[in-house]
């Protein structure tokens, strides 16, 4: 047999690899679905590229890449049986397989028992070896299965802050030797030793000190005392006070630069008086929801509010009513992603176009925007991951009071891995501002939707801004694009003022007395104060702006913080439908005279980088940093070196693009090569240096504005069509960074005859012609759009509001955010992976609100 299995495996063997440093095993997650071992059909995955697929499309990457070897992983979820002691059985596990692949935690409990399967399967005849089988299988086979058995996760190679990391007991917790110093810290009221902070406190284990922390411990801001105090005592371990509950607290240790595991918190905590079991109950960001210390609250916190806490919330299931888990402080992702995927545009441009987007994807789908969207949204949509409880469950239910079926949700690891890669924000573990979310998503599908539809049109809209001289009172009307408006929240028209300053006084006289404070007073401002202080001319300027036109959604986003980020408690008495006819700006008015078009005079600052052209012999300047981040990846040296250079030298991410775009060409590892007069970027500054550097630059840029072939090379290079590239540096005045934002912000337009013969003529790189693209007729944008200006969609200006995400905490960059969504004209609560309709939506304490166009108006 073994002589049989070597002959069937000879003709593959130059197929099957053994991962080296730096390959990502996908052993947890499929590619194209959110299947995974313990699925129904496993996952298969590629013992070339170890990619991960579920069952009904591995046969799209055998077809696709010939590779006929794949391991087949399945786990088993068997409930453990007990005998007649009620002793649960041993669990069985194989101490090879899946070593490192992360459990679903829905079943990680002492309930269940799992039993893990591996075997190769080779195609198209699905012949299967059963593993391990170390006897009959050549040498190279065995070796690259235990490799891939062995191999760490995927999302394991994330940097030490990763969100997938797991919380590991700390070498101090059980030897810690606390100080017999009398301190006894109270439970609540506190404030840290050296500063005014009163958030983000730290409590030291060893002395009892309490001092704040600093931003990157967990995003709440602070001025490092903490920090500073472990320098100076080397004390090991703190506690965050806020998040003290009876079931744990947050410990950091400051020698080990981690969070850690403390076993022994509850005698630790007692050491100083704390109670564990008469704490607050607390959220995470310090937020009471019960305290029976404190007086008898007349009103119950945003928490409870916002996420409906006091009613028994029906949950709901099927198409369109999926959660998403929660991978660690990443509800900002599933709350933008929710209501993105319940517009029609993104649904039909994603997900109505599932099977093209997929059988176009590249070769490493998990790096592809369009595919990660589409399977995201396909999860989302298809309720295939929100099914009801079966017949017997519910009989479980009556016989078991104390459990609830709930739904488990999509884990959107590959997701968030894709779209925040290279962002120093939303790669982190922090939590994050769900609108900066939104903003990122809108650019990301901005640039991957070259040639088809644009989903995120819908939120496209023009500002006009007058501009008024006092002197002269000639006007200036400018327009910009924009998707989110931001209307400020004049917290001066608060209907209940006198309440507030009532409440101010107590506060100040509660901190001067170290008293409890007094429960907090929450503004309530109408919501037509906010529009008019939209449109209200700037003081200082004499500046005013209003919306043109009206697109098919309004994106609104009311929000007060103070230098700090933390935020205001508000609540604004938004509407369920709005009228913003009034809003449309009219442009030059009759009597108004228009001041001269001149520009003034440029005065840059010492720190701003204007890039100039001039040419040399030497070497190009690359970004060495961001060749390093590439190679990290496992992308040959030579490649990386080239991909920065022809990028421009503007980050990893536009540089992994072209890589995506080039790896398969034959030069791709060839070292670069560049003929010995090439055209740099360099910053303004050189100019004060080498006075030749303006003569240059003026040389680059013929009297025709023809522009630099360098900077055609470089943006054609990302995949822009070359037409297309030169109007766009005819259009910046050869700006390389503005004529990217150029291309961005316009579509392709049907070239002038100019341009025409230009392009008949002229060879066009069409290498990075993205498999994003799946360009469809019935999916072209709006027509009646005017081809020559900003691509908007203009109609009638009644909206009805259709979502809002809210947000609990004191600040967007810590606390907890959730998502209505009104379906099916019941508004439903997300959140996070629970699904459930609202009773009561608190649409007065939104943070972000999205409206859609009434289709009649």
């Known amino acids: 047999m073994a002589a049989d299995l070597g002959e069937l495996l000879v003709p593959f063997m130059p197929t099957i690899r053994v991962p080296k440093t730096g390959d990502r095993v996908f052993k947890s997650e499929c590619a194209f679905s959110y299947d995974s ?24 990457h055998y077809r696709k890449t010939g590779q006929s070897v794949y391991m087949h992983l399945k786990r088993h979820v068997k409930e453990k049986k007990t005998g007649a002691t009620s002793g649960a059985f041993p669990k069985r596990r194989n101490g090879k397989v899946f070593l490192d692949l992360e459990l679903n935690r829905d079943f990680n409990s002492e309930d269940y028992d799992f039993e893990d399967e591996a075997k190769l399967v080779i195609f198209p ?33 994330q940097e030490p802050e990763s969100w997938e990391e797991d919380i590991q007991e700390s070498r101090h917790s059980r030897s810690l030797r606390q100080q017999d110093n009398g301190v006894r810290i109270r439970p609540s009221g506190w404030k840290c030793q050296k500063c005014e902070m009163r958030e983000n406190l730290w409590l030291n284990l060893t002395d009892g000190a309490v001092l704040c922390g600093k931003w990157f411990f967990d995003g709440a801001g602070g001025n490092g005392h903490a920090l500073d105090h472990y320098k100076d005592t080397n004390f090991p371990l703190a506690v965050k006070l806020e998040t003290i509950t009876p079931d744990g607290a947050d410990v950091y240790s400051f020698e080990e630069e981690e969070a850690v595991l403390d076993p022994n918190i509850s005698e630790h905590l007692s050491h100083f008086g704390i109670d564990m079991l008469q704490m607050q109950q607390r959220t995470e960001n310090g937020h009471d929801t019960d305290n029976n210390n404190s007086p008898p609250r007349s009103r119950p916190s945003e928490w409870e509010v916002i996420q409906e806490s006091g009613s028994k919330l029906k949950s709901v299931y099927g ?22 995927f319940s517009i029609p545009e993104f649904q039909r441009m994603y997900v109505g176009n599932l099977q093209r987007i997929y059988d176009y994807s590249p070769l490493d789908p998990s790096q592809d925007f369009a595919t990660q969207m589409a399977k995201l949204g396909y999860g989302l949509l298809s309720g295939q991951f929100s099914k009801p409880p079966m017949k017997s469950e519910l009989i479980e239910q009556v016989m078991k009071e104390e459990y609830k079926h709930q739904q488990k949700g999509l884990s959107p690891k ?25 903003q990122h998503v809108i650019t990301l599908v901005e640039r991957n939707s070259g040639g088809s539809e644009n989903p995120s049109d819908v939120f496209r809209f023009l500002t006009e801004e007058r501009v008024q001289c006092c002197q002269t009172r000639r006007v200036r009307y400018n327009q910009r694009v924009d998707y989110v408006m931001q209307l400020p929240v004049p917290i001066e028209a608060a209907t209940n003022r006198e309440e507030l300053l009532a409440y101010e006084a107590k506060r100040r006289e509660a901190e001067e007395n170290q008293r409890a404070p007094p429960e907090p007073v929450r503004a309530r401002v109408p919501f ?57 700006a009219t442009g030059l008015q009759t009597g108004e005279e ?25 070497a190009p300047e690359i970004d060495e940093a961001a060749v390093m981040q590439l190679a990290e990846m496992g992308f040959p040296l030579e490649a990386c070196r080239k991909a920065v250079y022809y990028t421009g030298n503007m980050g990893p991410e536009m540089a992994f693009n072209w890589i995506i775009a080039h790896m398969e060409e034959p030069d791709f590892a060839e070292p670069l090569s560049l003929p010995s007069s090439t055209i740099e970027l360099l910053p303004s500054s050189a100019s004060e240096t080498d006075p030749f550097a303006a003569a240059a630059a003026a040389t680059a840029t013929p009297l025709d504005n023809s522009p630099p072939e360098e900077s055609v090379a470089i943006l054609t290079s990302m995949g822009f069509p070359r037409s297309h590239t030169i109007q766009a540096l005819r259009a910046t005045n050869n700006n390389l960074e503005r004529a990217l934002d150029w291309i961005f912000t316009h579509p392709e337009e049907e070239p002038s005859d100019a341009l025409s013969d230009m392009a008949d003529t002229e060879p066009t790189n069409q290498a990075f012609s993205s498999p994003n693209s799946h360009s469809d007729p019935t999916l072209s944008p709006d027509p009646e759009a005017d081809a020559a200006g ?61 409206y859609r166009r009434l289709s009649s108006s």
């Open 37 to 60: 071992p313990e699925s129904e059909g496993g996952l298969y995955v590629c013992m070339n590229t170890f990619l991960g697929f579920g069952r009904e499309h591995v046969e799209r």
């Open 125 to 157: 005849d699905h012949f299967e070896i059963a593993l391990p089988n170390i006897e009959e299988l050549p040498a190279l086979v065995t070796i690259a299965c235990d490799a891939v058995l062995n191999s760490p996760s995927a999302y394991k190679k």
């Open 319 to 340: 198409s369109g009513y999926t959660g998403v888990k929660n991978l660690g402080n990443s509800c900002y992702l599933g709350c933008v992603m929710q209501v993105l």
């Open 414 to 438: 590959m997701f968030k891995a894709l779209v925040s890669k290279g962002h120093p924000e939303f790669s982190s573990s922090r939590q994050q501002d769900a609108q900066e979310f939104l």
């Open 528 to 584: 037509t104060a906010c529009l008019q202080a939209f449109t209200e001319p700037d003081n200082v300027p004499d500046f005013w702006s209003s919306a043109l036109p009206h697109p098919p959604c309004v994106v609104l986003n009311l929000f007060i913080a103070d230098c700090c980020g933390l935020r205001a408690d508000l609540s604004i008495d938004v509407p369920d439908f709005l009228d913003l006819n009034r809003f449309r």
């Open 594 to 618: 228009e001041l001269p078009n001149l520009s003034p005079p440029i005065v840059l600052p010492e720190d701003t980088r204007v890039y100039m052209y001039r040419t040399r012999n030497s």
């Open 790 to 850: 900003p691509r908007v969609k203009d109609g009638p200006g009644r909206y009805e509001l259709l979502a809002f995400i809210s947000h609990m905490g004191a600040s967007t960059m810590s606390g907890h955010y959730v998502c209505h969504i009104k379906k099916e004209g019941r508004w439903v609560i997300y959140n996070d992976h629970k699904v459930s309709l609202s009773e009561r939506p608190p649409k007065d304490l939104g943070y972000i609100y999205f």
